[in-house]
C-alpha cells in the first residue's frame, strides 16, 4: 500500500511544494523520516548557495532534502542502497511525482563501499543526510562516504540532520578520527520552528539537530 505526504517550504512571498511517495512497509527508506522535512528546510532556507552547485544526498529515502535541491537548481544525485529493490524505485517514482524525473540521477551507493557509481562521481559541493546516523554500526561507513567524496572536493560542505534516540551516541570522535569538525546550527536560525514542524508533520516530541561537517584541514 502506498501513501504520499507533502510538504511546503515558504519564504515571504516564494514557496514550494513538495510530495513524497511512501510505502507502507517497515523499511526504513520507504518513510519520510522528521529528520528530512528539517534538512530539506535548511536547504530551501540556502537555496542561493545550492543553486547550480552539484548536490549528493546519501541514504537518501523518499528523498525530500535532495529534491527541493532539484527544485532550487542544483544537479542532484540521489542515493541509497540497493535492498530492499523497491527503494531505489520507490525514489524514482517520488522523483516523477514532483516533476522531476529527467533531472536528477538515481544510485546505489551503500555507505563504505566504493563501487563505480561513487568512484565515477564528480566532486559534488553538498553531502545531504537526514537521519542517516541511527545505527551506531554504521556511523563510520557513512563518515568513510564522506571523506571520500569531500577528498574529491576539500572545500565540499555534509549538511546533516540527527535524531537523537540516545544520548549514549556520538559522532564527535570519529569525526575527529577523520580530519572532520562540525558546527551545529540551531533550527530557529533557518525558520525550522514549531509552525513549521507542525506542518511537516513532525511529533512534537522529536529531537532533531542539524550539523553543518567539514574538513578541519583541507588536504
Ligand atoms: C532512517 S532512514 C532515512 C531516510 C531518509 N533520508 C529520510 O530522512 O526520510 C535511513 C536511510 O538510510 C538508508 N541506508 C541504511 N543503511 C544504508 C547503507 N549501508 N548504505 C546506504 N544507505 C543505507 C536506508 O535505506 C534509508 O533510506
Redesign the pocket.
Known sequence: MTDSKTFEFVDGDESLSICTREILDP???M???P??PV?AQFVWHNRKQVAGKRVI?????????GMVASKCGAEVVL???SEPPD?LENCSRSCKMNHLGDNIKILD????RFNSNIMNLPPVDFIL????F??SD?FE?VIATVYYLMEKNPAAHMWT?YQERSSMRSIAYLLDRWNMKSTEIPLKDFNADDDFMASAHIPATSDIYFFDIQFKHPR
Open positions: 523499511s526504513y527508506g518513510y519520510t523520516w529528520c528530512a534538512l544526498e546519501l541514504g537518501a529515502g523518499t528523498a525530500l532534502p542515493t541509497d542502497k527503494l551507493i551503500t555507505w563504505g543526510a537526514s537521519d542517516c541511527y545505527n554504521d561507513p540532520t
